[in-house]
């Protein structure tokens, strides 16, 4: 019980204490400042400098046993506290080696005993550890501090960038981020802070010195001219009392300096620094067995001392059998496996392909940049929540990678793994596109809109305005892009959709329509059919948000056929309302192309059973007549602001759809039972069965037409 009271006691005292640090820091550094003006007695100074060279080695440990930076990121202020205590312990003992004669027990055992009495051996020793620390440990420091600083500033947009990535795919939350960035901040205004610290210690030691001879000036004035000494008295006493003073302020500045230079190299680390360097170090054995042999050959060399190279070589000898024996031992454990195992996965990784990805020449890097007011990143996340909108399904993460390979300016847009779209646009600059209504050209960079492919011209800030003013349409940079990328989702969306995204889709409903699902899935229908129908209708460009009347549409008509070609009719029909408004315009028609009744009678009779299913069979000639009055039509709805839309009966849509898609990919086709029947229609042309009479097309004709079909 007592000693329990005891400990309770003790930890009370402790966190007194901490609550209290500030109040001590402050007493601390008012308590040095005191120290410069006010005599300390020499037992006094005794106990400080104790301190002082307690101090450093505390500080040289937690520096070995740190495994980054930041976990001692006080450092910098503290080594200028540390500086100053260290050059006011300096004044408190000149004061006394002047004035006295006497300076303590700790600097009389430092000239003493350290330096043997010999004050030309201890000054000797004294300069050797300041240029030490001077020339070899602090400049290094210093540079590297220096060196780390700057790259790690020049890094900062790139680990920026990954950081909006990982939080834009969803790989960690906004806190985590926030973690991250304050992190990268950190390590930036740390190792400018090292980089500043460094300048204390190196005018420390030039402060050494120049106090270790202004003591050995004054003493000898002081010893000869006041005291009455002779010279050799004057010289051994306050050499001596000033080179132990020397030695016992320089040994701490040294352990401190070499604090700081393992500090500021322990970058890419894992453990602390003494596990580092033993498994590093003794990582291959195979050099240490050739280290052994070379040393078991020195102490074979005449007229070299045998001894020590033979205990050397036998030590290292050992060293690395012993690795070897744990080598082999190792192999029959389990954890072996363990590891081998981790490494096949890490290994498995790397065959991952991201669903979609985006990469960008190093010159886009501002887009993605937070810190340079990119909101690509922001973009995306907005474009995500609108096609989860418009098209019913969730877009995976989009990543973001920065690839050396592209322009500067030059982006690629992925889908797993496959390049489908790419552009170029200039950061800083505007993009003014022509919709006809500007009548007079702008100065600029003249270029192609990459998402519809219509002239353009990159223009500067200063430009937008006088653009938009005649009639440009002007967009920023980033928007060009998030254009394109929106563009790309919709045309692709099909290919975005995986069976495990339709599996996640189908597990949503059941939570609402667990009979639906129930009924449907797997009883009626595979995940393969249901996957297949929804692929079918973004292929079309038709949203599947309406997901309930699909699956009950499909789990209606699924104990009737299997085949997926009609079943997506199916859905079609019961999606009208979806297909209506898709395609209305905005005064509440719907403008299209029409088939002749005769030319639909033909297709009807065209229709041929396949090792594949049904399929339309024209020849070559009437093919390409019909391609040619589609596109002309299309183009007349296009010069009219209007989408290019074929209106057919249900019996030939989904077969004549698979015919033109390869060839006519952004011709909707529609058939008359997948719109409501209050919708105003209006054709604007027909497609004829009496225009293909007699119009047979040559072959060269032919390829250019259908774009090298083969029929």
Same mark, same amino acid.
């Given at each position: 019980?007592?000693?329990?009271?005891?400990?309770?006691?003790?930890?009370?005292?402790?966190?007194?204490?901490?609550?209290?640090?500030?109040?001590?820091?402050?007493?601390?550094?008012?308590?040095?400042?005191?120290?410069?003006?006010?005599?300390?007695? %020499?037992?006094?100074?005794?106990?400080?400098?104790?301190?002082? =060279?307690?101090?450093?080695?505390?500080?040289?440990?937690?520096?070995?046993?740190? @495994?980054?930076?930041?976990?001692?990121?006080?450092?910098?202020?503290?080594?200028?506290?540390?500086?100053?205590?260290?050059?006011?312990?300096?004044?408190?003992?000149?004061?006394?080696?002047?004035?006295?004669?006497?300076?303590?027990?700790?600097?009389?055992?430092?000239?003493?005993?350290?330096?043997?009495?010999?004050?030309?051996?201890?000054?000797?020793?004294?300069?050797?550890?300041?240029?030490?620390?001077?020339?070899?440990?602090?400049?290094?420091?210093?540079?590297?501090?220096?060196?780390?600083?700057?790259?790690?500033?020049?890094?900062?947009?790139?680990? $920026?960038?990954?950081?909006?990535?990982?939080?834009?795919?969803?790989?960690?939350?906004? $806190?985590?981020?926030?973690?991250?960035?304050?992190?990268?901040?950190?390590? /930036?205004?740390?190792?400018?802070?090292?980089?500043?610290?460094?300048?204390?210690?190196?005018?420390?030691?030039?402060?050494?010195? =120049?106090?270790?001879?202004? #003591?050995?000036?004054?003493?000898?004035?002081?010893?000869?001219? !006041?005291?009455?000494?002779?010279?050799?008295?004057?010289?051994?006493?306050?050499?001596?009392?000033?080179?132990?003073?020397?030695?016992?302020?320089?040994?701490?500045?040294?352990?401190?300096?070499?604090?700081?230079?393992?500090?500021?190299?322990? /970058?890419?680390?894992?453990?602390?620094?003494?596990?580092?360097?033993?498994?590093?170090?003794?990582?291959?054995?195979?050099?240490?067995?050739?280290?052994?042999?070379?040393?078991?050959?020195?102490?074979?060399?005449?007229?070299?001392?045998?001894?020590?190279?033979?205990?050397?070589?036998?030590?290292?000898?050992?060293?690395?059998?012993?690795?070897?024996?744990?080598?082999?031992?190792? $192999?029959?454990?389990?954890?072996?496996?363990?590891?081998?195992?981790?490494?096949?996965?890490?290994?498995?990784?790397?065959?991952?392909?991201?669903?979609?990805?985006?990469?960008?020449?190093?010159?886009?890097?501002?887009?993605?940049?937070?810190?340079?007011?990119?909101?690509?990143?922001?973009?995306?996340?907005?474009?995500?929540?609108? $096609?989860?909108?418009?098209?019913?399904?969730?877009?995976?993460?989009?990543?973001?990678?920065? #690839?050396?390979?592209?322009?500067?300016? !030059?982006? @690629?847009?992925?889908?797993?793994?496959?390049?489908?779209?790419?552009?170029?646009?200039?950061?800083?600059?505007?993009? /003014?596109?022509?919709?006809?209504?500007?009548?007079?050209?702008?100065?600029?960079?003249?270029?192609?809109?990459?998402?519809?492919?219509?002239?353009?011209?990159?223009?500067?800030?200063?430009?937008?305005?006088?653009?938009?003013?005649?009639?440009?349409?002007?967009?920023?940079?980033?928007?060009?892009?998030?254009?394109?990328?929106?563009?790309?989702?919709?045309?692709?969306?099909?290919?975005?959709?995986?069976?495990?995204?339709?599996?996640?889709?189908?597990?949503? =409903?059941?939570?609402?329509?667990?009979?639906?699902?129930?009924?449907?899935?797997? #009883?009626?229908?595979?995940?393969?059919?249901?996957?297949?129908?929804?692929?079918?209708?973004?292929?079309?460009?038709?949203?599947?948000?309406?997901?309930?009347?699909?699956?009950?549409? +499909?789990?209606?008509?699924?104990?009737?056929?299997?085949?997926?070609?009609?079943?997506?009719?199916?859905?079609?029909?019961?999606? #009208?309302?979806?297909?209506?408004? +898709?395609?209305?315009?905005?005064?509440?028609?719907?403008?299209?192309? @029409?088939?002749?009744?005769?030319?639909?009678?033909?297709?009807?009779?065209?229709?041929? *059973?396949?090792?594949?299913?049904?399929?339309?069979?024209?020849? %070559?000639?009437?093919?390409?007549?019909?391609?040619? *009055? =589609?596109?002309?039509?299309?183009?007349?709805?296009?010069? !009219?602001?209007?989408?290019?839309?074929?209106?057919?009966?249900?019996?030939?849509?989904?077969?004549?759809?698979?015919?033109?898609?390869?060839?006519?990919?952004?011709?909707?086709?529609?058939?008359?039972?997948?719109?409501?029947?209050?919708?105003?229609?209006?054709?604007?042309?027909?497609?004829?069965?009496?225009?293909?009479?007699?119009?047979?097309?040559?072959?060269?004709?032919? @390829?250019?037409?259908?774009?090298?079909?083969?029929?």
């Amino acid at each position: 019980m007592i000693r329990d009271d005891r400990v309770t006691l003790r930890n009370s005292a402790l966190a007194t204490l901490t609550r209290r640090s500030d109040v001590l820091v402050a007493l601390g550094v008012v308590g040095v400042l005191v120290m410069m003006i006010m005599p300390l007695p %020499p037992a006094l100074l005794d106990v400080l400098l104790a301190l002082n =060279i307690a101090i450093g080695l505390t500080v040289l440990l937690v520096a070995i046993y740190n @495994t980054e930076p930041l976990q001692f990121s006080v450092f910098p202020g503290m080594l200028l506290m540390i500086t100053l205590f260290r050059l006011a312990l300096n004044v408190a003992s000149t004061r006394l080696i002047l004035g006295d004669g006497y300076a303590g027990q700790v600097i009389s055992a430092f000239g003493g005993f350290v330096v043997k009495g010999n004050y030309i051996v201890g000054f000797i020793v004294f300069l050797i550890l300041v240029l030490i620390n001077f020339i070899v440990i602090t400049k290094g420091a210093g540079r590297v501090a220096e060196v780390a600083a700057r790259f790690t500033l020049d890094a900062m947009p790139g680990k $920026q960038m990954a950081i909006d990535a990982d939080l834009n795919n969803g790989i960690i939350d906004e $806190q985590e981020a926030r973690r991250r960035r304050e992190k990268i901040s950190r390590e /930036a205004d740390f190792y400018g802070a090292m980089d500043g610290a460094s300048k204390f210690v190196r005018g420390d030691a030039i402060a050494s010195l =120049i106090i270790t001879a202004i #003591n050995i000036l004054g003493g000898f004035a002081i010893g000869m001219i !006041q005291l009455g000494m002779s010279f050799p008295e004057a010289i051994a006493n306050y050499t001596l009392l000033t080179v132990g003073d020397g030695l016992v302020n320089q040994i701490p500045a040294l352990i401190v300096s070499t604090s700081a230079g393992i500090i500021v190299t322990r /970058a890419g680390a894992q453990n602390n620094f003494g596990h580092d360097v033993t498994a590093q170090l003794f990582s291959r054995i195979r050099p240490l067995f050739i280290v052994a042999a070379v040393l078991m050959f020195f102490a074979l060399v005449p007229g070299l001392p045998a001894l020590p190279f033979m205990i050397l070589s036998l030590l290292v000898g050992g060293i690395a059998f012993s690795l070897r024996s744990g080598r082999k031992a190792e $192999q029959l454990t389990p954890e072996l496996a363990v590891e081998e195992e981790a490494s096949e996965e890490k290994i498995e990784d790397f065959l991952y392909v991201d669903p979609m990805e985006i990469e960008i020449g190093y010159g886009l890097i501002p887009l993605v940049d937070v810190e340079q007011n990119g909101d690509l990143l922001n973009r995306i996340t907005l474009i995500r929540k609108q $096609q989860a909108l418009d098209l019913g399904i969730i877009i995976p993460p989009i990543r973001i990678r920065d #690839n050396i390979q592209l322009k500067p300016e !030059q982006y @690629t847009i992925k889908i797993r793994g496959i390049e489908i779209a790419q552009g170029e646009i200039k950061v800083g600059y505007y993009l /003014a596109l022509n919709a006809g209504e500007a009548g007079e050209e702008i100065e600029g960079f003249k270029t192609t809109e990459p998402t519809f492919g219509m002239p353009a011209t990159w223009i500067r800030g200063e430009n937008r305005e006088r653009a938009e003013l005649l009639g440009y349409a002007v967009i920023e940079a980033a928007a060009v892009l998030a254009t394109h990328l929106v563009d790309v989702i919709q045309k692709n969306s099909w290919r975005i959709l995986g069976r495990q995204d339709a599996m996640n889709l189908v597990e949503n =409903i059941k939570k609402d329509n667990p009979a639906l699902i129930d009924e449907l899935y797997p #009883n009626l229908l595979s995940l393969a059919v249901i996957h297949k129908v929804l692929q079918k209708l973004l292929r079309e460009s038709i949203p599947i948000r309406d997901l309930t009347t699909i699956l009950e549409t +499909l789990a209606d008509y699924a104990p009737n056929t299997k085949d997926v070609e009609i079943l997506t009719e199916y859905a079609r029909f019961a999606l #009208n309302q979806t297909i209506t408004r +898709l395609y209305q315009h905005d005064d509440g028609r719907i403008y299209c192309m @029409t088939l002749d009744p005769e030319l639909e009678e033909m297709f009807n009779r065209e229709l041929e *059973q396949t090792a594949q299913g049904r399929a339309l069979s024209l020849t %070559p000639e009437v093919f390409a007549a019909i391609i040619r *009055q =589609i596109r002309d039509h299309a183009e007349q709805l296009s010069t !009219q602001g209007r989408r290019g839309i074929l209106l057919t009966a249900p019996t030939i849509r989904p077969y004549l759809r698979k015919l033109l898609e390869s060839t006519l990919p952004d011709i909707s086709l529609v058939s008359y039972s997948e719109l409501m029947p209050t919708v105003e229609v209006e054709s604007i042309g027909v497609v004829t069965h009496r225009s293909l009479e007699g119009k047979a097309a040559p072959l060269e004709s032919l @390829t250019e037409e259908t774009g090298g079909t083969g029929l």
